[in-house]
């Protein structure tokens, strides 16, 4: 059996003319991919407490990340504190402020601002449950959230002055 000249020629033609459209698909999708890329997805989860939830945060252009924690429990929720997990570091974060039932509130942790960068941060909520003397002390719940922020690069603080110290032993 031999094949014919023409059909070896025009299937031929056909890997060629589908190889280079395809070759073509390729760098455009490449194009495309690195002047977008891939979009971060905004997300809070982990967070699963029968008391407390992460309702909604965000960055602000002042370098706070505000975080709404809303109480889904019976009992009044006295807010102690956050625990940022980043890059192998524990930040606390002193919040104290009391949540009534059902009632929200806004946290503002300093330090933390809009990035280009999808990033992770673990956090950690401590708090006590009830009134004082029948509470529920040292609460904790943990999870992620998920957004375009980083760490900001804060000034130092400035000196306070005409301000002198003396020690005298």
């Known amino acids: ?32 991919y690195s002047m977008y890329g891939v979009e971060c997805v905004k997300s ?33 929720v006295d807010f102690d504190e956050v625990v940022i997990q980043h890059d192998g570091e524990e930040i606390p974060v002193r919040v104290d402020s009391v949540i009534e039932p059902g009632d929200t509130e806004t946290v503002d942790i ?33 999870g992620t959230v998920t957004s375009e922020i980083d760490f900001a690069d804060l000034p130092e603080p400035a000196q306070p002055a005409n301000y002198t110290a003396e020690y005298n032993p």
């Open 110 to 142: 300093r330090g933390i601002s809009p990035s280009s960068q999808c990033n992770e941060m673990d956090l950690t909520l401590r708090y006590d449950i009830g009134p004082l003397g029948n509470q529920l002390s040292d609460q904790r719940i943990s």
């Open 44 to 76: 809070a989860s982990g967070f699963a407490s029968t008391s407390m939830t992460v309702d909604q945060f965000g960055a602000s252009a002042d370098n706070n990340l505000s975080i709404v924690f809303e109480n889904q429990d019976d009992e009044r």
């Open 1 to 32: 059996m031999t094949l014919n000249k023409s059909s070896g020629q025009a299937a031929v033609e056909y890997l060629m003319t589908y190889g280079w459209m395809l070759l073509v698909l390729s760098v455009v999708s490449g194009a495309l």
